[in-house]
């Protein structure tokens, strides 16, 4: 597998759970168990943030900082980056598109327009962590005299 493609893999993973866990009242709502307390719904949607937080900064970001740390002939940070942003809008789009199907949205016209237009910005936001961590890679390389 092209290293250059692995930040793209994290970034499908934090877009979906991103997906799954922005929705994760209506999911328990929804589901045939029984409903939790509001303080333990809050600490869910809270472990749900702090998860995608974690996989789009922790994850996406570190995998992105060593593709752009190794200098075997990887691509620059643009194309790393747009990659990474159309994978992660897909991924983003495709979770949240099973998530309402199974929820079964009243407002059609209205849930896909908003569904696409928080899969760009998803997209968007994790093509810029996934350019910041190549760069910031890339600048470390540089910086280092065995590499030179």
Request: hydrophobic share 50%; proline share 5%.
């Amino acid at each position: 597998m092209n290293r250059a493609l692995l930040p793209a893999v994290a970034a499908a993973v934090a877009a979906g759970t991103t997906s799954v866990t922005r929705r994760i009242a209506p999911i328990l709502l929804e589901s045939p168990i029984d409903l939790p307390a509001t303080s333990v719904l809050s600490l869910y949607v809270a472990g749900g943030r702090f998860v995608s937080f974690a996989l789009a900064y922790g994850l996406l970001l570190g995998v992105a900082y060593r593709v752009g740390r190794t200098g075997d002939g990887s691509p620059d940070g643009g194309s790393v980056a747009l990659a990474t942003g159309l994978v992660a809008a897909v991924a983003y789009l495709v979770a949240t598109a099973g998530t309402l199907l199974w929820l079964g949205p009243q407002q059609g016209a209205v849930t896909a327009v908003l569904a696409v237009g928080s899969s760009v910005g998803v997209g968007v936001q994790l093509a810029v962590v996934a350019f910041a961590g190549v760069a910031l890679g890339q600048s470390r390389r540089r910086d280092d005299p065995e590499d030179a």
